[in-house]
């Protein structure tokens, strides 16, 4: 900590002095990227200008090793805690270029484990380089037309070229691609058998390619850029329809295990959603909180209104808990990076991560809402910060699965473990719960024992259900389990904060006591039947509706 602390202070300043020009100079309208398609001889060029303040900030990022420090691993397993430390301060002045960087790293990691020795010495030491002359940045284009999440319909196909140079020819179009200005991509397309001329259909026929996106010359590598998406939110993020006119690739891995090959860039980048979530959060309480102590209510100010502080302190419950949540998620990343009796931590990485992602971002971006409210109608200005917080902030509970598609990838675990992945986690849980009741007995016993029975009552509702009636049902089981492991983590702070007499350990066991006791902490899994589903279609759809 002390060779680090100093630099995460210096971060801290920069994150409100120049990153904060840097990101506002990218939010602003008049500064949002632009597509130019042609030139003045109407020859197709599509270039995307961005801002100055987007091109700073991806200097900065990479000075400040936002990417690199993962890779060098001075820290071992702790290196990625520092990593996201950085990013946690980084992010809520960035203009969202936390998105590039996150799918630099996942690139970088997709590469270190299945790339070619050619790849790993001329792509991946420029993705975790600390040079702005030398760092590259990547996209990651799996978003196709007919399917969306549902990557098993890409229709985008990979003839093969020259297989002694592993080179690949892919044509196809890309719905959603982000950060398309950055240096290569990742991307999945549909193997041509170069023997048959037949491709296998579904999630068996892909391979996970890269690609630089553009050649020596620097024009676009077999890519037309049809137009820039016009998005809700992160508008200095340049995102675009692309269609692959034969854009010359490398394959990384093997055909038919594309999906399994970029899991490793979705872990990381699932993690990177959270994370983004909380620190937008805590730039959210940190204005609201200030606004509290200034702004007059009748004879007294905000901070000093009963009403207002349960408010607010919900609010912090929410951070807190979601803080503790992604922290040990980048915990388990860094684990299973660079340890080799990583197995258990590699189980409940697997089946955190989605959970993670899906209850850590529902929830934060709830708070966020909650926070722009707790301002009142100066929170609604545009110039405060919490609308461009919120809207920035949306994306992370879509990009990388929505909370319908992670819930089905929490059972798509579930099911391929056998179970297996879900008793890891309790048995991990429970672990962390004895540990650390015993740190202050009195206090935390009582809440230790609310929260394993919390745990086992979702174990026994989750193994007594089905078909339908546990698809339906996968919603409620990955908040239930969202909310068990909050409650472990902030058990365990609480124990650790009583221990070392921390200052705070009053308000960390305050914090464990209230979010385990809110009504909703162990709330039932509700079950739906096939007729309770068929009611369901005829009230959204019509009378007529069948499944």
Same mark, same amino acid.
């Given at each position: 900590?002390?060779?680090?602390?100093?630099?995460?202070?210096?971060?801290?300043?920069?994150?409100?002095?120049?990153?904060?020009?840097?990101?506002?100079?990218?939010?602003?309208?008049?500064?949002?990227?632009?597509?130019?398609?042609?030139?003045?001889?109407?020859?197709?060029?599509?270039?995307?200008?961005?801002?100055?303040?987007?091109?700073?900030?991806?200097?900065?990022?990479?000075?400040?090793?936002?990417?690199?420090?993962?890779?060098?691993?001075?820290?071992?397993?702790?290196?990625?805690?520092?990593?996201?430390?950085?990013?946690?301060?980084?992010?809520?002045?960035?203009?969202?270029?936390?998105?590039?960087?996150?799918?630099?790293?996942?690139?970088?990691?997709?590469?270190?484990?299945?790339?070619?020795?050619?790849?790993?010495?001329?792509?991946?030491?420029?993705?975790?380089?600390?040079?702005?002359?030398?760092?590259?940045?990547?996209?990651?284009?799996?978003?196709?037309?007919?399917?969306?999440?549902?990557?098993?319909?890409?229709?985008?196909?990979?003839?093969?070229?020259?297989?002694?140079?592993?080179?690949?020819?892919?044509?196809?179009?890309?719905?959603?691609?982000?950060?398309?200005?950055?240096?290569?991509?990742?991307?999945?397309?549909?193997?041509?058998?170069?023997?048959?001329?037949?491709?296998?259909?579904?999630?068996?026929?892909?391979?996970?390619?890269?690609?630089?996106?553009?050649?020596?010359?620097?024009?676009?590598?077999?890519?037309?850029?049809?137009?820039?998406?016009?998005?809700?939110?992160?508008?200095?993020?340049?995102?675009?329809?692309?269609?692959?006119?034969?854009?010359?690739?490398?394959?990384?891995?093997?055909?038919?295990?594309?999906?399994?090959?970029?899991?490793?860039?979705?872990?990381?980048?699932?993690?990177?959603?959270?994370?983004?979530?909380?620190?937008?959060?805590?730039?959210?309480?940190?204005?609201?909180?200030?606004?509290?102590?200034?702004?007059?209510?009748?004879?007294?100010?905000?901070?000093?209104?009963?009403?207002?502080?349960?408010?607010?302190?919900?609010?912090?419950?929410?951070?807190?808990?979601?803080?503790?949540?992604?922290?040990?998620?980048?915990?388990?990343?860094?684990?299973?990076?660079?340890?080799?009796?990583?197995?258990?931590?590699?189980? $409940? *990485?697997?089946?955190?991560?989605?959970? =993670?992602?899906?209850? %850590?971002? &529902?929830?934060? !971006?709830?708070?966020?809402?909650? +926070?722009?409210?707790?301002?009142?109608?100066?929170?609604?200005?545009?110039?405060?910060?919490?609308?461009?917080?919120?809207?920035?902030?949306?994306?992370?509970?879509?990009?990388?699965?929505?909370?319908?598609?992670?819930?089905?990838?929490?059972?798509? $675990? *579930?099911?391929?473990?056998?179970?297996? =992945?879900?008793?890891? %986690?309790? &048995?991990?849980? !429970?672990?962390?719960?004895?540990? +650390?009741?015993?740190?202050?007995?009195?206090?935390?016993?009582?809440?230790?024992?609310?929260?394993?029975?919390?745990?086992?009552?979702?174990?026994?509702?989750?193994?007594?259900?089905?078909?339908?009636?546990?698809?339906?049902?996968?919603?409620?089981?990955?908040?239930?389990?969202?909310?068990?492991?909050?409650?472990?983590?902030?058990?365990?702070?609480?124990?650790?904060?009583?221990?070392?007499?921390?200052?705070?350990?009053?308000?960390?066991?305050?914090?464990?006591?209230?979010?385990?006791?809110?009504?909703?902490?162990?709330?039932?899994?509700?079950?739906?039947?096939?007729?309770?589903?068929?009611?369901?279609?005829?009230?959204?759809?019509?009378?007529?509706?069948?499944?």
């Amino acid at each position: 900590m002390n060779e680090i602390e100093p630099d995460l202070h210096q971060l801290g300043h920069r994150a409100i002095t120049d990153l904060q020009v840097m990101g506002a100079n990218a939010e602003d309208p008049n500064n949002y990227p632009r597509l130019r398609q042609y030139d003045a001889w109407c020859r197709r060029i599509d270039e995307i200008s961005v801002s100055q303040g987007w091109k700073d900030l991806n200097d900065a990022a990479c000075e400040e090793g936002m990417v690199a420090i993962a890779y060098e691993r001075k820290y071992g397993e702790y290196s990625r805690i520092y990593q996201f430390a950085k990013s946690y301060l980084y992010s809520p002045s960035s203009a969202v270029y936390s998105c590039p960087l996150s799918m630099t790293d996942g690139a970088a990691r997709v590469l270190e484990l299945y790339g070619t020795d050619e790849m790993k010495k001329e792509i991946y030491p420029h993705l975790i380089s600390r040079d702005p002359k030398v760092f590259w940045t990547s996209g990651q284009h799996m978003t196709e037309r007919p399917g969306g999440s549902d990557v098993s319909r890409t229709e985008t196909v990979a003839e093969l070229v020259d297989a002694k140079t592993n080179t690949w020819k892919l044509t196809g179009f890309k719905w959603f691609s982000s950060a398309t200005t950055a240096d290569i991509t990742v991307a999945l397309a549909r193997v041509i058998d170069p023997k048959t001329g037949l491709v296998t259909p579904g999630s068996k026929g892909l391979a996970l390619f890269v690609a630089k996106m553009r050649r020596p010359d620097g024009s676009l590598n077999g890519v037309r850029v049809h137009r820039l998406k016009e998005k809700f939110g992160t508008k200095a993020l340049p995102t675009a329809e692309l269609e692959y006119t034969g854009m010359e690739a490398q394959m990384v891995g093997v055909p038919g295990r594309g999906v399994a090959t970029i899991a490793s860039v979705l872990n990381i980048t699932r993690v990177y959603s959270a994370i983004g979530t909380v620190c937008a959060l805590r730039r959210c309480l940190a204005l609201i909180k200030d606004y509290a102590r200034k702004r007059e209510s009748g004879q007294r100010t905000l901070d000093k209104t009963p009403l207002h502080i349960t408010t607010l302190a919900q609010l912090e419950l929410t951070f807190r808990a979601g803080l503790q949540f992604s922290f040990y998620t980048i915990q388990l990343l860094g684990r299973t990076e660079t340890r080799q009796d990583s197995q258990e931590d590699m189980e $409940v *990485l697997r089946l955190l991560t989605p959970i =993670a992602k899906a209850y %850590v971002c &529902k929830i934060g !971006t709830h708070a966020i809402a909650e +926070a722009m409210e707790a301002m009142g109608g100066q929170g609604y200005m545009e110039e405060v910060g919490l609308g461009q917080a919120l809207r920035n902030s949306i994306v992370n509970n879509i990009w990388e699965g929505t909370t319908n598609v992670l819930a089905l990838d929490v059972l798509r $675990v *579930l099911q391929k473990s056998k179970g297996g =992945a879900l008793k890891t %986690v309790a &048995k991990v849980m !429970t672990c962390k719960l004895q540990a +650390a009741q015993a740190a202050h007995p009195a206090s935390l016993a009582p809440l230790a024992q609310k929260i394993g029975k919390a745990l086992e009552m979702t174990l026994q509702t989750t193994a007594s259900l089905q078909g339908v009636a546990l698809e339906t049902s996968m919603r409620q089981i990955t908040f239930a389990l969202g909310r068990i492991v909050c409650a472990v983590l902030l058990l365990e702070q609480a124990a650790w904060s009583y221990e070392t007499k921390s200052a705070a350990h009053d308000q960390d066991i305050a914090a464990v006591t209230q979010f385990v006791n809110d009504p909703a902490f162990d709330q039932p899994i509700t079950a739906r039947s096939d007729a309770d589903i068929l009611q369901d279609a005829k009230l959204v759809f019509g009378p007529n509706a069948k499944l």
